[in-house]
């Protein structure tokens, strides 16, 4: 076994990189041969919490599921890696309590930039009034006080930020060294 079972908890702003990261990290530790399940808040929506939509009480109710079923991965050896915006600092410490081995990772960018990138046209939607109840411009986040891990994704490179969390993992002994390939002349 190549690693120990933890749930990685990316939280942050919609655009602040939590998809990008979590892909980088998965590919990186798959590499290493650990046991890795990637739970990404857009995809979760479409059949875990269908039919749930962005209020206070939705919002924590797909939080909870989500961290339910990254419990019982991570208990089995899984490392979850879960990206979803949970803007919301009670569920989120909720979480923290209530499963083993949490790490919440920051992934933090200026809600300028997020909305400069406005990967998927939310914000200009948001911006317009089409669409309601949108994070960090008429519902709050709650950035985290105490992370175990923060990711400027507006001043590092994805390459740094997953340098960042895969070293972190390591010192915490989740995962162990890569290993380093040994020639035989
Ligand atoms: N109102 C509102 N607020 C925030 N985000 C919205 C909203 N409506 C749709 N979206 C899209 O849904 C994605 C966020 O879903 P999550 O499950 O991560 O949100 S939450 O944790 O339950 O708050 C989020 O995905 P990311 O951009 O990947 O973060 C958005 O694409
Ligand atoms: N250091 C970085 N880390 C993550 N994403 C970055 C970084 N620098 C630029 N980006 C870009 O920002 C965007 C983030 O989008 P995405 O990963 O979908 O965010 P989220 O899942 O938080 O909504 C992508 O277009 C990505 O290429």
Redesign the pocket.
Known sequence: MNNKGLILWLTGL??SG??TLAKEIERELKERGCSVELLD??V??TNLSKGLG?SRED?DT??RRIGFVANLLSRNGVIVIAA????YRAARDELRHTTDNFVEVYVNAPLEVCEMRD??G?YAMARAGE?R???GID?PYEEPLNPDIVCYTAAETVEESVAKVIMELQRREYITEKPQLEYVI
């Open positions: 919609s655009g939590k998809t808040g857009d979760v929506r962005f919002r797909n939080i979803v915006v949970s803007p990967v998927k939310l669409i109840a949108f994070t519902d």
